[in-house]
Every structure is written in structure tokens, then in C-alpha cells.
């Protein structure tokens, strides 16, 4: 029997890998984020399982090498929070690469839907029996242009979405996607032509604050921001400040810069000591979802149905096709 400790685990994770169990594999799930702190709790385990906000610096791999653990299964698709330079040769790492990218885009969309016609401020106002419309207007998004920043399999199902609202779709990706609906074009004239944002690439060294004080300058006036990838792709700081003089007319963010101590978790008894956040969240032209757009029924089920198909593979000794860092 080999066995695995899953890290950072929900209802909801427990949920979907029950469903997806193997008789040879025992599961122990922890509430606990893997860490340098918690990083003892995988003693006597054969891998890890691991999610988005769980920290692999070199320091845990190498504490999960000494332990003997060989294999992180990450049930996600991003792997910015893994050292992978660290893990090269000591530990094999796998990861989700899709799951459901119309899950991702589909919320990109419902953020850019509630933030334009204002759904969030009347759902409030009406429970308040203020049937006011005042301060309400929106836009068509008929014949406005979005701009998607990566057009993998994500960009690719957002532009399908906004084709679908005949809307203008311009990309940007370092490499060209025979899939993508839209028009490829160079970073500035996205930034340039937008009226709205998206962003659906992979956080790295080169896009690390690409939304920042210098490029939303060369934004339109009144520019949508929408990001579902990464919190570091966007300088919060520089947001916040172009939120306030209204050269962003409306963020939608899912993802945050500072969000591992936070998302996830449920602090609404506590005093967040987070200014920043506490700014965005008081805006009324920003919505700030908690890591939450992957959360479908269907893109649980293929997270759990992949990464058992990886730790099965790993344990058989079988080609582990989700590879990474090899
Ligand atoms: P993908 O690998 O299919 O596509 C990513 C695309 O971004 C690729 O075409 C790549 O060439 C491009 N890219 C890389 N660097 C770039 C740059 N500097 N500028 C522009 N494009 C660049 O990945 P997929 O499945 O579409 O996922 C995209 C991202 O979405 C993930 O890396 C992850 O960060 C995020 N994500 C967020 C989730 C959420 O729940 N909020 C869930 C799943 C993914």
C-alpha cells in the first residue's frame, strides 16, 4: 500500500478524490498548507499532493527528500509556487495541466458581466428595497474589444465566450496558437486598443508585474482589468492607483498578490491586516473572488481524476506523462 499526504484540503477536495479512489493508494488529507512548518507532516509518506497557495521552496524539498517522499503530485495547473531548479533530479513532479478551462473563462466573463452592469451594488440595493437605477449604467460589450494576455487553453475558451458577444478579440503570446479565435497582435497595441483585459497567462520571471504603472499608462481610459492567472502578473499597489485617477474603470480579480495567508480560509470574524486588500474589497468598481474560478463540478472531478492517474503512474513506474521538471 503506498501512501499519500494531500496538503491545504477542502469538503470539497475530499469530495471529489473519493470518488476517484485507488485501493492501493491510502490518502490522508490535511487541512494544514504544505510549508517549512508543516513540511514534518509528510514523514512516512510516499508523495505529497499539493495545491496553489502550498510553498515548495528549496528548504521543503529538500526536507521531503530526506524523508524519503519521491513524488509531489500538484492537482493543479500552475507551478510558480514549486522550486523546480531545487526539485530537478531528487523529486518527480506532476501536475493537472487541464482541467476545465471554460470553468476559468467562464468566471473571467461572469466578473467582467457583474462589474460592467453593476449586478453586484443592485443585488444589494434591492434586498434593501432600493429600486434606484441610479449610478447603474453599463456598457454594450457588442462591438468593445477585449484583449487577452496568453492564449492557451484558457485565452482560447475566453475568446470563444467573447466572440460570442461579438465583441473584437485581440491576443498576445510569445507563441502563436492555431486555436485562437481571435487576432494576434504585439503587447502594445492589446494594451492600447483594449477595452478590456484578461489575463490567462502562466506567472514567470518576464511577466511578473506586467500590469503595472508603466503599461496601464498606455492603457484606454476606463480599461477593464480581469485576472484569473496569477496575483503577481499585476503591481496592486499601481492598480489601486490607477483605480483611484479612473484610468482603470473596473478590476476584477480572483487572484492576489498577497493571497497565500488568506484565500481559502474564512476570516470573517477577524480584522484583516491586509490594507491593501481591505482598499480593493471597499471599491465599488472591483470584485475580488477568492481563487475561485476553477471550481466547477466537471473541473474537480478531472483535478482528482488526473492526479490519482499520476500517483497511480508514478507508484506502477509507468511514463508519467504530466511531468514536470525533468
Ligand atoms: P496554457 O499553458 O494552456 O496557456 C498559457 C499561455 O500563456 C501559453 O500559450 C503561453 O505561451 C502563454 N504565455 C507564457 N508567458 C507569457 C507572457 N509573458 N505573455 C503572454 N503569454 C504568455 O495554460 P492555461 O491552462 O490556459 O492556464 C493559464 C493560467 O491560468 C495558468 O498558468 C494559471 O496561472 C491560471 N489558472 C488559474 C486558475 C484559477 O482558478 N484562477 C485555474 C487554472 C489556471
Redesign the pocket.
Known sequence: MKTVAFFDTKSYDRESFGKFSDSNIKIRFFENKLNIDTVSMAKNYDAVCVFVNDSIDSHVVSELEKMGVGHIALR???YNNVDLKAAKGKIRITRV??YS?YA?AEHAMGMILTLNRKLHRAYIRTRDHNFSLEGLTGFDLHGKTVGI???????CAMAEICRGFGMKVLG????T?SLFCGENTSLEALFSQSDIISL?????K??YK?INKNTLEKCKDGVFIIN???GKLVDTADLIAAIKTGKVGAAGL??YEEETELFFEDYSDEIIHDDTLSTLISMPNVIVTS????LTREALNAIAETTMKNLKDYFDGKELKNEICI
Open positions: 493543479c495547473s500552475g495541466p487541464s478551462p476559468i494576455i496568453g492564449t492557451g487553453k484558457i485565452g498576445f503570446d510569445p507563441y496558437n490567462h497567462c502562466p506567472l514567470n518576464e511577466n506586467l484569473t492567472s496569477r480572483d487572484v481563487h475561485q474560478a476553477f
